[in-house]
């Protein structure tokens, strides 16, 4: 005999309210803002092609649980700062939050929170069960010390131990974080609770962090390539890459794409680009950047200023720093084909919407950046089950299921003629909502 139908038990009539309601602009995710987000016009319009109505709209709009924390530490030069840590976890109904922990001057609540949002939507989209989180620290890491680094890190898991863990919420390298910020937070943790590989990912090799992990965004950016250029048709041999962004993703996207015969002809830092015809020299890049801190005057290139870069004539443009990268002001000069968004949120709803106009393709951060949080997902299978798996294994299992993904999000945007963007909503919110439903709400 066949079940009710379990779609019945969400209402359609909306969340009535929340309480207490919030006080200020910015205590809640939703609709506090002037301009609605890339991800929340994503998911509403999402939400309005599957016939969802305005509850699972508002359930992926507000997020689970959103901790603010101040971190106080003693500087190399003897006096106190404090700085503000934030930890957001949108969504675990399909599976514990993951999402990366980032330093930077600009990090703050809002910016966490759409962070987060997106990670429950790749997570989704990539059908690992996982869900969604994100955290940062608002602080410069390139004028602090390690000691200073390693300090501030392990008081922010001294803060929010309690919230984070293998079951719960498990952060991973993001911009201005790496492998070596995920060891001090394996420590810390660890000190704590036992013995816990699996409450970070991204960590050291020699931690039980997983081969393959530091090059897989990077990777998964070529994989996600390799499988649009199929779909269309279209021969990567003789294609054009620009690339913005010279840190994990940025450097690894280039390294991948250059591996399938693309040239990758230009690419940036926060403060130098460079350029040049036949194809950039990427080892002799690397050897510039750390011997003299910027790509500029490398031999054999040309210096650009970083906001030309936008501007070079190429096939696949891929920003691979920071968001809000393409915008109103910079989204007429664009002279590419394809955007593969290597950053998280790199295109304003707005240029989104001009891009579209101008017949230039996307292909999402929900997508296009998902190696990351898949071979992390891949770690933290490896620790719980004490295994390691080889590197051929990571390989072959990122290829699988990032190709398996893009060619779903491919036949999906042909079928329902719809652009890559809303495509992958579509099926992530979907799966949300399946889970959201099945455990009765
Ligand atoms: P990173 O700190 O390693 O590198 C960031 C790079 O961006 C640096 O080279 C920096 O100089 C450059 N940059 C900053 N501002 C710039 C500007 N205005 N113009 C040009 N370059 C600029 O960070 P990352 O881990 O490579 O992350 C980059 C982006 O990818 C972020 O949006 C992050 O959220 C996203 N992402 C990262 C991962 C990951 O595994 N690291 C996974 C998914 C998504």
New binding site residues.
Partial sequence: MNSPAVSSRIPHVGIAAIFPPPKNPGDSMSNTHATPTSYEISVGAACKRLGYGPTIESLLSLAALELKVEIPIVRDNGELAIFTGYRVQHQNVRGPCKG?L???PDVDIQEVRE?AALMTM?TALVNIPLGGGKGGIACNPHEMSQRELEVLTRKFVKRIHREIGPNSDIM???????AQTMGWIHSEYSAIYGHSPAAVT?KPLALGGSPG??T???H?IAIVVAEYARHHRMPLKGSTAVV?????????AAQALAALGIKVVAI????S?VYRDGGIDLAALSDQ?HARGSLKDTEGHDSLE?DA?FEIPCDFLV?????D?IHAGNVARLACRIIVE?????VTAEADLTLRERGIAVIP?ILA?????IV?YFEWVQNLQRQVWALETVDAELERLLGNATREVLAHAAGADLDLRSAAFDIAVRRVKEALEATGL
């Fill in positions: 990366g980032r330093y930077h962070l790749k991973a390298p993001d911009v201005g974080t790496n991204g992990r530091n897989a965004t990077g998964g913005q962004g010279f840190g994990n993703v940025g450097f690894h940036s830092d926060s403060r680009a950047k970083p870069l920003p691979a720093a920071l968001g990268a290597g950053a998280n949120a790199p951060d950046n998902a190696g990351g949080v992390s």
